[in-house]
Nanobody, 117 residues
Framework: QVQLVESGGGLVQPGGSLRLSCAASGSAFDRYVMGWYRQAVGKQRELVASISSSGNINYADSAKDRFTISRDNANAKKMVYLQMRSLKPEDTAVYYC?????????WGQGTQVTVSS
């Protein structure tokens, strides 16, 4: 049973930083893409950043130069992080972790990020 659990969201002032974590378990993790997506109220869910099992990284234009995705495969529970800096009010959204494998897609439950003064 694959499980993705996000954490690290919260309320932050504009210009501040947050680090989101996604703990993934229950998969062989042979070949995969793990990504961070976000969905703001009234908007469609969109890709923020992704990292593949081979190390390829992609960022949305809105995340380039401000966000950094990374992973830690040292343990059986794989971790993927999203370091967010220089946060803006428009970054406010629920952030979701997504695991894509050859035949399956899994989502976490999401973590709320609110950027407001």
């Amino acid at each position: 049973q694959v499980q993705l659990v996000e954490s690290g969201g919260g309320l932050v002032q504009p210009g501040g930083s947050l680090r989101l974590s996604c703990a993934a378990s229950g998969s062989a993790f042979d070949r995969y893409v793990m990504g961070w997506y976000r969905q703001a109220v009234g908007k469609q869910r969109e890709l923020v950043a992704s990292i593949s099992s081979s190390g390829n990284i992609n960022y949305a234009d809105s995340a380039k130069d401000r966000f950094t995705i990374s992973r830690d495969n040292a343990n059986a529970k794989k971790m993927v992080y999203l370091q967010m800096r220089s946060l803006k009010p428009e970054d406010t959204a629920v952030y979701y972790c997504k695991l894509t494998q050859i035949a399956s897609i899994y989502w976490g439950q999401g973590t709320q990020v609110t950027v407001s003064s």
